[in-house]
């Protein structure tokens, strides 16, 4: 079923971080990298999904 989103699901960006990172500060560091923002072409997050320290999932 096709609710009008698309799936522009891909690795973005591979990054190396602490073990101990906090969810909000991978959050941080994540949507400061330059790879990410090019993907988000100025469009705006709708959720984050954070797993520290291996993960980052961004729905825009």
Not at 15 to 32: F, G, P, Q, Y
Not at 56 to 59: G, K, N, Q, R
């Given at each position: 079923m096709n609710r009008g989103?698309?799936?522009d699901a891909a690795v973005c960006a591979r990054?190396?971080?602490?073990?101990?990172?906090?969810?909000?500060?991978?959050?941080?560091?994540?949507?400061?990298e330059p790879s990410v923002i090019r993907a988000l072409?100025?469009?705006k997050t709708i959720k984050?999904?954070?797993?520290?320290?291996?993960l980052?999932?961004?729905?825009v």
């Open positions: 989103a698309t799936n990054m190396t971080v602490r073990l101990d990172i906090a969810d909000d500060h991978l959050l941080a560091t994540a949507l400061d072409n100025g469009r984050a999904i954070v797993r520290a320290p291996r980052v999932s961004l729905v």
